[in-house]
């Protein structure tokens, strides 16, 4: 077996419904024992796209997880991360598609999808639809992915200009999305990793009111505080309006951390991440209008939103510093009718969605 370096990986979590929509139709989770993070905005009706989102977000963090396990099992260790985030994708697209088909109530129901997935050393993106990933990079931010939109397709024809992309009556209108077709071709590509990169993942509700000139200012001067940056990403969203959900993933790489003994396959290395979490309550941002938000769980849980527990895959225990955090999201989820999991259940991975 060959050796590699862990990469010491810094993440935070931030939705917010903002302040004209009623619903939170973005999902958000993560399985950082695999350095795995998952970003969806739900497109559709009232309700659907809550569901499309969430939908994608939990089985592409299961299907994946359950992916990587069993190239550990094989004898050789290969293992494909692009082939895999491709797979996953076409089958999540199949099982929105039809579910959409046998429900009225579901009718049209479909999803942006971002992923970043740190694997090998490397970082591996895929993505449909306009959900953005950004990394920044000695001060320089870059967008990483290109929009899968109607706005997108006339700026690379040379019909508009980025500011007038910014205010195009059909802006949202995406081109390619999770459950919107019976077929879907995502994107996939990886980069090279340094230390000190940050990756940022956000929806289209940050895009839509920060340029990004705005959005690589607050990053930067939050380099190390991603928390903090977290914070004002969506803050600021909020302050220009909110006509979205906005929601954020920032991950800093600090850096490689010890060696381990690593499966060395044809495609990359498997490798376990080493991951500080971030995540700390603070004063319950304002509720939407007339949303019927629980402010208690937006203040239990302001970095997370409102935490589901994803059960198929477990953050090491010694990642979560502030137990205490962990059960006041736990305690900000469930209703008080339902069983309430104990806080070592809660070393896992963590959706984000706000009712």
């Not at 579910?99 to 992923?115: D, K, Q």
Request: glycine residues 8%; charged residues 20%.
């Amino acid at each position: 077996m060959a050796a590699t370096n862990e990469l010491a990986l810094r993440f935070a979590l931030k939705s917010h419904p903002g302040k004209v929509r009623p619903l939170n139709e973005d999902s958000l989770g993560a399985d950082p024992n695999i350095g795995l993070f998952v970003l969806a905005d739900g497109l559709g009706g009232y309700n659907a796209g809550e569901v499309a989102s969430t939908m994608a977000v939990s089985s592409l963090l299961s299907g994946l997880g359950a992916d990587l396990e069993l190239a550990h099992s094989n004898e050789d260790g290969s293992f494909d991360p692009s082939r895999a985030l491709h797979d996953a994708l076409v089958r999540m697209n199949d099982e929105i598609f039809r579910a959409a088909l046998n429900s009225t109530v579901y009718e049209g129901m479909a999803t942006t999808v971002v992923i970043a997935w740190f694997l090998g050393g490397r970082l591996w993106v895929a993505h449909a639809g306009d959900s953005r990933l950004y990394r920044v990079r000695n001060g320089a931010m870059q967008q990483i992915t290109k929009d899968h939109s109607f706005s997108q397709e006339l700026l690379d024809a040379g019909m508009i200009s980025e500011d007038e992309a910014r205010v195009l009556p059909a802006k949202n209108l995406v081109t390619r999305a999770v459950g919107a077709s019976p077929a879907l071709e995502p994107e996939v590509h990886d980069y090279d990793l340094v230390a000190g990169d940050i990756i940022l993942m956000c929806s289209d509700g940050l895009t839509e009111m920060v340029s990004n000139a705005g959005i690589g200012a607050m990053v930067g001067a939050n380099d190390g505080d991603i928390a903090q940056a977290a914070r004002q990403l969506v803050d600021s969203a909020n302050d220009a309006g909110g006509r979205d959900n906005t929601s954020v993933i920032l991950v800093r790489v600090d850096g490689n951390f010890g060696e381990m003994a690593a499966v060395q396959g044809p495609a990359t290395q498997v490798q376990v991440v080493q991951v500080v979490a971030v995540a700390e309550p603070d004063a319950a941002p304002e509720a939407a209008p007339d949303a019927g938000a629980d402010v208690a769980a937006d203040a239990a849980a302001d970095l997370v939103a409102q935490a589901l527990v994803h059960e198929s895959t477990h953050l090491a225990t010694d990642a979560v510093t502030e137990e205490g955090i962990v059960a006041a999201m736990i305690a900000a989820t469930f209703a008080d009718d339902e069983p309430a999991p104990a806080p070592a259940e809660t070393a896992s991975a963590m959706l984000s969605r706000v009712p």
